[in-house]
């Protein structure tokens, strides 16, 4: 079945700057790649989102890019806030299981003020 | 719309109990599933639905039944509780997957305790 690892686990950068979460994935068939940002005891709430036929994607300062050949796809976020700090999950579609999703082990983000 | 919503919030069981999870979503979705999530991982695909009557097993079923007799409704039952069931359960729900995969919005989240 399908596999997705990111890396890091944690990641602290200061206000203003830039964070950058990578994602691997083991199935070549998955087509769509979400990222959902999960604040503590709260419900993973979509960030951004690309499907398998779109190279880059970008909503003000988050940008997503996929990588087809490398099956990797990775989570860019701009100029940093404080409120951003929350835990990051990205996932793929299953195989043969509609909407279905695999995460990968989140990274903890954390913005210094 | 209340969306995708999910009781209780909390429950404690004891070792070998049963219960039932339960979701419910407004939004006329046709796809609705659940995940568990364990402390500082991501989640994980137990079962789901594609329809009123379908249901399939996801990557972590054992110990875990679902039924989906309407659209709207889409219960989980642990079996017989055991405490490596401790976890965050979400449910989520989608429309269906024609034209390509849809957003899953998640419920709200039950927290379960099994001593």
Known sequence: GENVEQHPSTLSVQEGDSAVIKCTYSDSASNYFPWYKQELGKRPQLIIDIRSNVGEKKDQRIAVTLNKTAKHFSLHITETQPEDSAVYFCAATLNNAGNMLTFGGGTRLMVKP | ?115
Not at chain 2, 17 to 27: I, K, P
Not at chain 2, 64 to 88: C, G, H, I, K, M
Request: glycine residues 12%; contains cysteine.
């Open chain 2, 1 to 115: 719309n209340a969306g995708v919503t999910q009781t209780p919030k909390f429950q404690v069981l004891k070792t070998g109990q049963s219960m039932t999870l339960q979701c419910a979503q407004d939004m006329n979705h046709e796809y609705m599933s659940w995940y568990r999530q364990d402390p500082g991982m991501g989640l994980r695909l137990i079962h789901y639905s594609v329809g009123a009557g379908i249901t399939d097993q996801g990557e972590v079923p054992n110990g875990y039944n679902v039924s989906r007799s309407t659209t709207e409704d889409f219960p989980l039952r642990l079996l017989s509780a055991a405490p490596s069931q401790t976890s965050v359960y979400f449910c989520a729900s989608s429309y269906g997957s024609r034209g390509g995969p849809k957003t899953q919005y998640f419920g709200p989240g039950t927290r379960l305790l099994v001593l």
